[in-house]
Structures are given as C-alpha cells and as structure tokens.
C-alpha cells in the first residue's frame, strides 16, 4: 500500500470531500475550513483545514463565534500532518482543550488477515433496531465509562434514514452483551471506519475485539469498499497492525465548550 497516496485520498475523500454523516447533518464549506454542523445529538465541527501561518489564527476565531452562535460544543479534528505545523498550540491558546492522540490506521482489505474466529460461546447480533442500538449503547457506556445518549440517538437515525450507510453488530456471550462496534460506509469514497468498538471489562484479551474487525471488514469487502479506516487508540493499534492495518499520521480531537 502506498502510504502517502492513501492518505492523500483519504484527505480528498472524508474530509475536504466529506459528507454529513447522518440525518439532520449538513457539511459547510468557508474559506479554508470544512466544518459539519449537526443538531445538539450529532456530530459538530471542523473536518479539515487548508490554513498557514497568516489565516489560521482568523479561522479559528471564525469557527468559535459560529459555533459558539449556535450554542454547539464543537471538535476541531486535527491531524499530525494539517497544517500550520503549530495549529494544535494555536488552538489551545484560543481556548480548545486536547483529547487524547490517537493513531489513523488503515488497510486495503484484500491483504488483511481476516481468519480470525469467534472465542467459543460468543455470537454475533446485528444491530438493526431500537433494541440492538440499545444494546450497543449499553456495552458503550460500560466499555469506556461515558454517557451514550448521543450514539444512540444518531445511530437510531442513520438506520432509519439510511441503512446501507451503518452497520452495528453486538456481541453476545449467552444473553449478555460483551462487545459491541459499529462500521460507517461512505458511498462513492473507497473508505469504511471502523468506530466504537468496545469490550467489557472481564472479557478482554480473549480475541471478541479482533473478530468484531474481521467481521466488519468482510462485510466491507462484499459491499465493494478497498480500505478500512480507523482512529485506533494505544489499546487497540498493536491488535490492527497484527491485522494488517498501517499508522499513516496522527489525530488528536480539540474541543471546545462555549
């Protein structure tokens, strides 16, 4: 895979190209920023930014009287190689606070390591309606310990709206929900994320994590899409690098609270 040539693609194609990623959602284009402005249970804020050293201070003054108009909490997504290359100080000067770096993986799905089995006892329940979203929010909140209204209001919405562009899927050890993770496919890009998947303390370390990416690559693969895509914390990047996937560049969520 060439590196530099995908993450060039997935710059064109998922945030200076993207598109709103649910009901409601709209994607705004203004001067060098592209931003995403949702209702108070979606996403907003700033996808990507062509911004130097003498308009990026301007831009972010901008996008904090926008958002801050519209009472939104926002994200400035920055990644390790947006520029300027001292955007990131920039933005906390301005008041935004960093949240943990994270690392953008991604792997052309015909040269993943995809064998990767179910542990005994534990099947798989697409989510597909309120029950399902319910149990995914459930294993979200337990998972990582935060509140999980916001996914479950936005993944109810993008199934009812629009299926083809979600799949969620729980895992289940008997009747109780151990792992849950979810997949965004992005019609006309070559690109599906891979978001959210979280295990249950007591369960981890037995594979759940690993076969819940397999299984959501294959359902990629059938549905004709060439590269996963993930923002992969220190927990799970060494379990997708033994899958296949590759670090491209960094990225760390600013946020800010009006």
Same mark, same amino acid.
Do not use: C
């Given at each position: 895979?060439?590196?530099?040539?995908?993450?060039?693609?997935? &710059?064109?194609?998922?945030?200076?190209?993207?598109?709103?990623?649910?009901?409601?959602?709209?994607?705004?284009?203004?001067? =060098?920023?592209?931003?995403?402005?949702?209702?108070?249970?979606?996403?907003?804020?700033?996808?990507?930014?062509? %911004?130097?050293?003498?308009?990026?201070?301007?831009?972010?003054t901008?996008?904090?009287?926008? #958002?801050?108009?519209?009472? @939104?909490? #926002?994200? *400035?997504?920055?990644?390790?190689?947006?520029?300027?290359?001292?955007? =990131?100080?920039?933005?906390?000067?301005?008041?935004?606070?960093?949240?943990?770096?994270?690392?953008?993986?991604?792997?052309?799905?015909?040269? +993943?390591?995809?064998?990767?089995?179910?542990?005994?006892?534990?099947?798989?329940?697409?989510?597909?309606?309120?029950?399902?979203?319910?149990?995914?929010?459930?294993?979200?909140?337990?998972? #990582?310990?935060?509140?999980s209204?916001?996914? @479950?209001?936005? +993944?109810?919405?993008?199934?009812?709206?629009?299926?083809?562009?979600?799949?969620?899927?729980?895992?289940?050890? =008997?009747?109780?929900?151990?792992?849950?993770?979810?997949?965004?496919?992005?019609?006309?890009?070559?690109?599906?994320g +891979? *978001?959210?998947g979280?295990t249950?303390?007591? *369960?981890? =370390?037995?594979?759940?994590?690993?076969?819940?990416?397999?299984?959501?690559?294959?359902?990629?693969?059938?549905?004709?899409?060439?590269? %996963?895509q993930? &923002?992969?914390?220190?927990?799970?990047?060494?379990?997708?690098?033994?899958?296949?996937?590759?670090? +491209?560049?960094?990225?760390?969520?600013?946020?800010?609270?009006?």
């Amino acid at each position: 895979m060439d590196h530099a040539m995908v993450l060039a693609l997935h &710059d064109r194609d998922l945030r200076e190209g993207a598109r709103p990623d649910g009901p409601g959602a709209r994607v705004e284009r203004t001067g =060098g920023v592209v931003r995403q402005v949702a209702d108070a249970h979606g996403w907003n804020g700033v996808l990507w930014s062509d %911004l130097d050293e003498t308009d990026a201070d301007a831009a972010i003054t901008e996008q904090v009287a926008y #958002f801050t108009g519209l009472g @939104r909490d #926002f994200e *400035w997504k920055l990644y390790g190689h947006d520029l300027p290359t001292d955007l =990131g100080q920039r933005l906390t000067a301005a008041g935004f606070t960093p949240e943990p770096q994270e690392t953008l993986m991604v792997g052309e799905i015909t040269a +993943l390591t995809l064998d990767t089995e179910l542990p005994d006892g534990i099947r798989l329940l697409p989510a597909t309606d309120r029950a399902g979203v319910d149990l995914v929010a459930d294993v979200h909140e337990k998972a #990582f310990g935060t509140d999980s209204s916001r996914l @479950r209001a936005q +993944l109810l919405a993008q199934l009812a709206a629009d299926p083809d562009t979600v799949v969620a899927v729980v895992a289940l050890a =008997g009747d109780e929900p151990v792992s849950a993770a979810r997949m965004e496919l992005v019609p006309g890009t070559r690109f599906a994320g +891979l *978001w959210g998947g979280g295990t249950v303390e007591g *369960w981890r =370390g037995r594979g759940i994590y690993r076969a819940l990416v397999a299984h959501r690559a294959r359902i990629a693969a059938d549905r004709g899409y060439r590269y %996963l895509q993930v &923002d992969a914390s220190d927990q799970s990047r060494p379990i997708l690098e033994r899958l296949g996937l590759a670090p +491209l560049t960094t990225t760390t969520p600013y946020l800010y609270e009006p």
